[in-house]
């Protein structure tokens, strides 16, 4: 069973930093897009950013974009987010998720097949 489990949220104030980090369980790491995913209370799931396990092309949200970068490490399978210059608008839960085979990196969450439970970023003014 594919179980893809995240890690590094946490609360810190406007302008700081924090890293996210999402394992995947079972080898489907080959080939797919790996992507971040937010949604705060209220308001539609956000893509945050992507990148492709196979070529490492990355794309990113409009509203992340110059703070956020994704980065991956193929040997852990595992897939980072570094969140810089965090507003409070960025409080969000932060969900992890992996496509199926696919060679490009994408933000949308309908080519998504396995999901992580998520973890809370919460950025205080």
């Known amino acids: 069973q594919v179980r893809l489990v995240e890690s590094g949220g946490g609360s810190v104030q406007a302008g700081g930093s924090l890293r996210l980090s999402c394992v995947v369980s079972?080898?489907?790491?080959?080939?797919?897009?790996m992507g971040w995913f937010r949604q705060a209370p209220g308001k539609e799931r956000e893509g945050v950013a992507a990148i492709s396990t196979g070529n490492d092309f990355t794309t990113y949200g409009d509203s992340v974009k110059g703070r956020f970068t994704i980065s991956q490490d193929n040997y852990k399978k595992t897939v980072y987010v570094q969140l810089n210059s965090l507003k409070p608008e960025d409080t969000a839960r932060y969900y992890c998720a992996a496509t199926g085979t696919m060679w490009t990196a994408t933000l949308s969450s309908a080519e998504y097949k396995y999901w992580g439970q998520g973890t809370q970023v919460t950025v205080s003014s």
């Open positions: 079972e080898y489907i790491y080959d080939s797919i897009s």
